[in-house]
């Protein structure tokens, strides 16, 4: 909106809206003289909107373009155009693209990692969240670890009000401060998250507080012997959109279900294809498999699973289940590892199925894996960071594992 002279922004929007030009006459030494004008288009443009996609929220009332605004300042002529921009922009992401990739080069010359996986954590540091965060500080160092992977659901009850809400730095950077920690945090939003302004933790703002926090919907982490790829399960859920219950969930950028699943799933597919990374590890928040509380995940086990078998993925990473677990499943070679124990847990559920069920913890705690070119090793962690369980993957013979308990 900065110049010297007219400007003409036309709007496109996707599903097939088409929207008028705004005319912008700006003129930073004189009155907003053309405002009744900007306001015609600029209520033109938001009822417009409103009709095509009556479910998505506002940022400003379609009344508030009245040309009525005609009579106000500048200053309020330009937030309105910056609200309708704002709408135009999340309707113009494309149907289906290729998923964003950020490049995590290992220090190390054998290009090995090491990182730490929690999930279901943000509680203001309440249900043992700072002493897990504590111990995660002490294996960090000791392990060197490149990232932290988080599983979803990073701020209870109901995700971030906003990016000013104070519980980002109650429940995240105030909590995790270990010089070990200080290092890019890879999350995915889990059906918490969803529950409040799930597009607060997609903003570049919140990087701006805590650079370290680096959450979108579908990602991948590339590096030299792996590749993450990170998805967004929780519109997988039925559930959610048809019973929701006293919940709300922030749909914004995922409406309508179907469309997003099959881009999602395609754009998974297609990178998946092309990689040829040494490792390929899946990231949700979901269970796939899992014998506590929420059990396995019948959306996911339809839809994602046949994608990451036809894949060669070789292990499924979640949270949900307030738990630690490795499970082996007796239809596929892929290896499912719970790490849902950040904070509140104890669910006192463990419901057997058929499936391999090498480890179940019920309790707090955390992860760390360790990645080079022939093995990947996991170890399970509890809130005092004693070791749990440790189980080592060989990638030369496949899948070769060494499984056993060692207590300090």
Same mark, same amino acid.
């Given at each position: 909106?900065?110049?010297?002279?007219?400007?003409?922004?036309?709007?496109?929007?996707?599903?097939?809206?088409?929207?008028?030009?705004?005319?912008?006459?700006?003129?930073?030494?004189?009155? $907003?003289?053309?405002?009744?004008? =900007?306001?015609?288009?600029?209520?033109? #443009?938001?009822?417009? +909107?409103? #009709?095509?996609?009556?479910?998505? @929220?506002?940022? =400003?009332?379609? *009344?508030?373009?009245?040309?009525?605004?005609?009579?106000?300042?500048?200053?309020?002529?330009?937030?309105?155009?910056?609200?309708? +921009?704002?709408?135009?922009?999340?309707?113009?992401?494309?149907?289906?693209? *290729?998923?964003?990739?950020?490049?995590?080069?290992?220090?190390?010359?054998?290009?090995?990692?090491?990182? &730490?996986?929690?999930?279901?954590?943000?509680?203001?540091? *309440?249900?043992?969240? #700072?002493?897990?965060?504590?111990?995660?500080?002490?294996?960090?160092?000791?392990?060197?670890?490149?990232?932290?992977?988080?599983?979803?659901?990073?701020?209870?009850?109901?995700?971030?009000?906003?990016?000013?809400?104070?519980?980002?730095?109650?429940?995240?950077?105030?909590?995790?401060?270990?010089?070990?920690?200080?290092?890019?945090?890879?999350?995915?939003?889990?059906?918490?998250? !969803?529950?409040?302004?799930?597009?607060?933790?997609?903003?570049?703002?919140?990087? /701006?507080?805590?650079?370290?926090?680096?959450?979108?919907?579908?990602?991948?982490?590339?590096?030299?012997?792996?590749?993450?790829?990170?998805?967004?399960?929780?519109? $997988?859920?039925?559930? !959610?959109?048809?019973? @929701?219950?006293?919940?709300?969930?922030?749909?914004?950028?995922?409406?309508?279900?179907?469309?997003?699943?099959?881009?999602?799933?395609?754009?998974?597919?297609?990178?998946?294809?092309? #990689?040829?990374?040494?490792?390929?590890?899946?990231?949700?928040?979901?269970?796939?498999?899992?014998?506590?509380?929420?059990?396995?995940? /019948?959306?996911?086990?339809?839809?994602?699973?046949?994608?990451?078998?036809?894949?060669?993925?070789?292990?499924?990473?979640?949270?949900?289940?307030?738990?630690?677990?490795?499970?082996?499943?007796?239809?596929?070679?892929?290896?499912?590892?719970?790490?849902?124990?950040?904070?509140?847990?104890?669910?006192?559920?463990?419901?057997?199925? /058929?499936?391999?069920?090498?480890?179940?913890?019920?309790?707090?705690? $955390?992860?760390? &894996?360790?990645?080079?070119?022939?093995?990947?090793?996991?170890?399970?962690?509890?809130?005092?960071?004693?070791? =749990?369980?440790?189980?080592?993957?060989?990638?030369?013979?496949?899948?070769?594992?060494?499984?056993?308990?060692?207590?300090?």
């Amino acid at each position: 909106l900065d110049g010297e002279r007219n400007a003409s922004v036309p709007l496109r929007a996707a599903r097939g809206v088409s929207l008028p030009p705004l005319p912008l006459p700006i003129n930073n030494r004189l009155a $907003f003289r053309s405002a009744p004008r =900007l306001c015609r288009s600029l209520y033109i #443009s938001a009822r417009l +909107l409103r #009709s095509r996609s009556p479910s998505l @929220p506002f940022p =400003l009332r379609v *009344e508030q373009c009245q040309p009525a605004m005609a009579r106000r300042s500048y200053a309020a002529a330009r937030a309105a155009v910056l609200g309708v +921009l704002a709408v135009a922009a999340l309707l113009c992401a494309p149907a289906a693209a *290729e998923l964003p990739r950020l490049a995590h080069h290992s220090p190390r010359n054998d290009g090995s990692l090491s990182l &730490l996986v929690l999930g279901d954590f943000g509680r203001n540091g *309440e249900y043992n969240q #700072s002493r897990v965060a504590a111990q995660m500080g002490r294996v960090g160092e000791k392990l060197n670890i490149d990232f932290v992977i988080s599983t979803g659901d990073n701020f209870y009850e109901n995700g971030l009000k906003g990016v000013t809400d104070r519980q980002f730095e109650d429940s995240f950077s105030n909590i995790y401060t270990a010089p070990s920690l200080q290092k890019p945090w890879y999350l995915v939003l889990g059906n918490h998250d !969803y529950r409040g302004n799930a597009l607060a933790q997609l903003s570049p703002v919140l990087r /701006k507080i805590d650079s370290r926090f680096i959450c979108m919907r579908s990602f991948i982490v590339n590096s030299e012997l792996v590749d993450f790829f990170f998805v967004d399960t929780t519109p $997988f859920q039925k559930k !959610y959109w048809t019973h @929701p219950g006293h919940h709300h969930y922030d749909w914004r950028g995922v409406a309508p279900r179907d469309k997003y699943l099959a881009n999602l799933l395609k754009d998974l597919d297609d990178a998946l294809r092309s #990689s040829t990374a040494r490792w390929k590890i899946a990231v949700g928040h979901h269970t796939m498999r899992s014998v506590s509380e929420h059990g396995d995940t /019948k959306e996911l086990l339809k839809l994602l699973l046949p994608v990451l078998k036809n894949n060669d993925v070789d292990f499924y990473i979640n949270g949900h289940d307030h738990c630690l677990e490795h499970i082996s499943s007796r239809d596929s070679p892929i290896q499912y590892i719970t790490s849902g124990g950040g904070s509140k847990a104890w669910r006192g559920i463990h419901d057997k199925n /058929k499936d391999d069920v090498r480890f179940f913890y019920d309790g707090q705690g $955390f992860m760390s &894996l360790q990645l080079n070119e022939d093995q990947a090793q996991f170890i399970f962690y509890d809130v005092f960071g004693r070791i =749990l369980y440790q189980w080592r993957s060989s990638k030369m013979n496949h899948l070769q594992p060494t499984t056993y308990v060692n207590e300090e």
